[in-house]
């Protein structure tokens, strides 16, 4: 007789690789059989956020870290696969700056044995302590990290060659110096390269590191002033013509271009745009509108404005989606930091019907006529708010469960709406149309909005 005792073990593990959470620490403990099945989901990705950091108490009275007991306990670090830091506990009664030195030793112990990492996520200013650890991972191949470094740490990082993407935080110079002498080494493997808020990337370095990187298909500048997009534009155009995700920001400092000179992105494979807008200016926005012209493949896109009360344009929205002769129809659309009217709403969603996914700033009081807008997506699954509740004075309306069912049962496949820290979900039900049910939900941290998400990653 076949119980779930007797299962092979490769079975129990499948069956737990669609568990998560606080539901595979739950079957872990049903028998020793569910646990052997369990442990090697469970320890494939190590996270530690602020709410671990808060409650972090090596002397007793707190939680410890996970990493000490992959520190202990070598034969569990065999299965982790992802380490995400987002935080790192600072020693009780001291300045924040101050991070506990038992957690660094703890972590560095634990990267140490995890032979088998493939990606590496720090965000905090910790990675000088954890460099030596991180030597001679050969299966590593993703590495988002706050990059504020020395010359000779920035050389031990270098002995990283076997990335696929690359996300530097805050490069310092001397990060930014070594990129031309890294990618030698990486062009054969790096397809993502990632540089946020640097002051020192500029049109020079561009010019002599992009062509060191032909299997690039995913580049995103993110706040580097030195660098404008008319600039990152050519670059990217002459040298990565395959790029499949590309970011870059306009500043307000950017010369106004001539009617006959407006930049175009002439790259036939992107299908993911994120463009982080400082300037609003109606030069920005015939700017903006010239960027469109070539994109027929484009899926996702995501906008940012500097100004919250802005209301969209509308000769942006007349060419998010353009009438000519579209391959791929859009399936994401982020529209972050400004005002977008009810009127705006329904006219895009009479261009973009094959939306997915919509992320923009609730109306709550007006959620009625907003659903009304939106009703015609009909492939529509999932909506985010990315409403800021302190862009407006007094405390801002939160949605309502009677609010969600009724945006549920008007679109016909919504079935996820985020809000306000919540995450509502719905179920058909044959009496009322749809049952609701809402968790707590809060955004990974170091996953930087520009970046694509996981179901729309167009890397090859």
Known sequence: MVTADNLNLDVLEL???????????????????????????????????????????????????????????????????????????????????QIHPKFLSETADALQVCKNLTSFVCGPRILPALLGSLQGKERLQDLHIYAALTKTQGEMLQKITTLRSLTLDYPTWNIVDSLTRWAQPLQRTLSHLTIFMSQEVNGILLEALLPLLPRLRGLHLIGCPKAPHTVVIKAATTHTPSLKEFSFTIFENTPSPSLFCLPTITLPSLQHLAIDVRPTSDATAMTMSSLFVSLTSLSTLVLKFADRQLPIWNSVIDLIAPPSAVTVPLKRLALMDCAVPIDMVGKLSSKCKDLEMLEIPLPIKDIQAFTAAISSLKELHTLTDVGDAHASHGPRATLARNDVGYMMRTCMNLRTIVSDGRMWTGRPDCFIGVTVKHQRYKANATQHWFSPLKEYSYLS
């Open 15 to 97: 069956i737990f690789a669609f568990i998560s959470g606080n539901d595979l620490v739950a079957v872990s403990s049903v028998s020793k059989s569910f646990l052997a099945g369990v442990i090697p989901c469970l320890y494939a990705t190590v996270s530690f956020t602020a709410k671990h950091a808060k409650r972090y108490r090596p002397e007793g009275g707190g939680i410890m870290s996970p990493f000490l007991t992959l520190r202990n306990h070598p034969d569990l670090a065999v299965h982790v696969r992802q380490i995400d830091i987002h935080c790192a506990p600072s020693i009780a009664g001291f300045a924040a700056g």
